[in-house]
């Protein structure tokens, strides 16, 4: 069967970044290869071919001859993130129906790391025969960062911020000192050391300071051997040059040369940081929304239930939402999906009883609030029942909340109980609305994600750029020597790019539109690689074998590289005979001594 010319030939490749490890003087991609080449060689000149791959490349998966096989084989790369077994077994099931072969034979060259040989989806081609060559490194301790946080979501220039970084020790060894490093646009800018216990982790932080506004690409490094493809992690600090506020008023409510200015007016209309829009609830500008961080819903704008979702919308993509209330507000639709309910309007005056200053909300709002404190007048509000999802942070000597905060999607929902208006209380006069605006507004538009993940994250939006129907949207790498062209799609008056083919290697990544870049993006290897644990002989036998798969030979560690595949194949299949013929024999021995025995 494996010579037959209706038999084709796969060959997979693991081309990740773990097969970039060592095995004596060569990788074990360069084993891999050297083994597949005089595979190639050896087999029938008629035979068809396909290749393999973790990064799916189309060119190879038809039916290929003998000198293409080879040129294919001669041009393979490494850097592809980890696809799963069953993927592979099932696509060639696929070529081998779609191309009208009665078998295959699948060669499969991989370290069979854990994470990989996930089969739950495996349907299993009682045509496919396997062959399988695992690759083993010298060295399988490895320490790498696994992930990066920022201790504060909230980026703006001059403003000192700390990073922090996950390392990992896989390694049955503690390590102490090892070396990090944290740069920007290519200069270090924090530098540290950390010691960690054998087979686990520390989490260390540095302070910076960013002085640019803008996409600045940053990278987290520590310095490792000889695994080293996770040895660093990309990041995009997306510091905005401003922020914008959009307060939603009644037509009636709509500034004139002689109306006075709303107290947000006053207090953001002649700071350079913020951009303050008045907006009226009959003429909702939705690209004003979508690049806004902050909407005030001021309690005499009366919304239909069209636009409180399209503001609930807004909230999910990280934005954040406030709504003041007088005695006839209504925002009926979005306190249902919160999970609030006025009860009845009070015009007691009370005051401000308890603020929740451990709420992370409140973090560097206040350094010590005074035991004593006057704290601001309400002279009337809204009375609201509250659900299990919202809290209230802000309440009233009666016991009834001021303000309530929900979390809505990457976004908050805050909700006041008074007006901002004199009659309602003296809020908008007093020391603690500055910094209660300035916070909601700091935190809202959205905490950009700092990188993506290869092979996971084929999905993101870009909403903060705006799009005309003909305009051309593009991905390209730093270098400018990869360039693909998305798919672009508008859900939720949301803007999103999604693509089918992975990115060819981690990095930064420019989104262009009509190739001007807009936005940059980092991305990173997926981290399940790291994780220094594969499949051993026995064990990847057991699983093969446990789901019936067609196994014609498991070749050593030792033979991959060092032995002509085929002669492998052909002495098993000797000894394999030989060992049939013995039974047979010892069968016939049997036979005769009883019968022999009894005469």
């Known amino acids: 069967q494996l010579g037959a010319v209706d038999n084709l030939i796969a060959v997979y490749i693991d081309n990740s970044m773990s097969i970039q490890a060592h095995s004596a003087e060569k990788s074990l991609f360069e084993n891999a290869r050297t083994s597949a080449l005089k595979l190639v060689e050896n087999l029938n000149q008629a035979q068809k071919y396909v290749l393999l791959s973790n990064d799916r490349d189309t060119r190879n998966e038809y039916p290929m001859n003998h000198d293409e096989m080879l040129l294919r084989l001669n041009e393979m790369k490494v850097e592809a993130a980890p696809v799963s077994f069953d993927e592979i077994y099932n696509s060639l099931s696929f070529i081998r129906k779609k191309n009208d072969f009665e078998s295959a034979t699948l060669f499969v060259y991989s370290d069979f790391q854990k994470n990989i040989m996930d089969i739950n989806d495996l349907k299993n081609d009682t045509t496919i025969q396997i062959v399988v060559l695992p690759l083993k490194s010298d060295f399988q301790n490895n320490i790498y960062i696994d992930s990066v946080w920022l201790q504060s979501p909230v980026l703006q220039k001059n403003m000192t911020n700390e990073l922090n970084a996950r390392i990992v020790n896989e390694t049955s060894n503690d390590v102490k000192g090892i070396p990090v490093d944290f740069s920007l646009d290519g200069n270090i800018v924090a530098y540290t050391t950390c010691d960690i216990n054998a087979n686990s982790f520390a989490d260390v932080n540095m302070q910076f300071v960013v002085d640019n506004d803008g996409d600045i690409k940053a990278k987290v490094a520590i310095k490792d051997s000889p695994i080293t493809f996770d040895d660093e992690y990309n990041l995009v600090l997306k510091v905005r040059p401003s922020i914008n506020v959009v307060e939603i008023k009644s037509n009636s409510q709509q500034p004139t040369a002689n109306s006075q200015s709303s107290y947000l007016e006053l207090l953001f209309k002649d700071d350079a940081l913020v951009n ?46 406030l709504i003041l209330n007088d005695e006839n507000a209504d925002n009926a639709y979005i306190y249902d999906e919160i999970g609030i309910r006025p009860m009845h309007f009070d015009e007691n005056e009370n005051r401000i009883e308890y603020i929740a200053k451990r709420n992370s909300f409140f973090d560097d709002i206040f350094v010590k609030l005074p035991e004593n404190a006057d704290l601001p007048k309400i002279n009337k509000h809204i009375c609201f029942d509250l659900g299990k999802n919202v809290l209230n942070v802000i309440s009233l000597q009666n016991g009834n909340p001021l303000l309530m905060v929900s979390d809505k999607g990457k976004g908050k929902i805050f909700v006041m109980s008074t007006s901002l208006d004199e009659e309602y209380s003296d809020l908008a006069n007093h020391a603690l609305f500055v910094p209660l605006m300035y916070k909601m507004a700091l935190i809202g538009g959205g905490i950009s994600d700092l990188s993506y993940t290869l092979g996971v994250d084929n999905i993101f939006d870009i909403s903060a750029i705006s799009l005309d129907v003909d305009d051309v949207v593009s991905i390209k790498d730093e270098n400018a020597l990869f360039e693909m062209f998305p798919l672009v799609e508008k859900r939720n008056n949301h803007n999103y790019i999604s693509f089918f083919e992975n990115l060819p290697s ?41 789901n019936k798969l067609n196994i014609l030979a498991m070749v050593d560690y030792d033979e991959v590289g060092t032995e002509d595949v085929m002669d492998i194949i052909v002495k098993d299949s000797v000894i394999w005979k030989i060992l049939v013929i013995i039974a047979l024999i010892s069968l016939l021995i049997e036979i005769l001594i009883l019968r022999f025995w009894k005469s």
């Open 506 to 546: 981690s990095g930064f990544y420019d989104v262009c539109k009509n190739e001007e870049v807009m936005m940059t993006v980092a991305w990173n290897d997926k981290r399940d690689e790291s994780e220094m644990s594969f499949f051993d002989k026995e064990g990847l036998e057991k699983i093969l074998k446990d």
């Open 276 to 321: 303050y829009h008045v907006m009226s609830s009959y003429g909702i500008d939705q690209q004003v929304i979508n690049n806004a961080q902050m909407i005030v819903v001021n309690e005499k704008a009366d919304l239909n239930e069209t636009i409180q979702q399209s503001l609930l919308d807004f909230a999910s993509q990280g934005g954040t939402l």
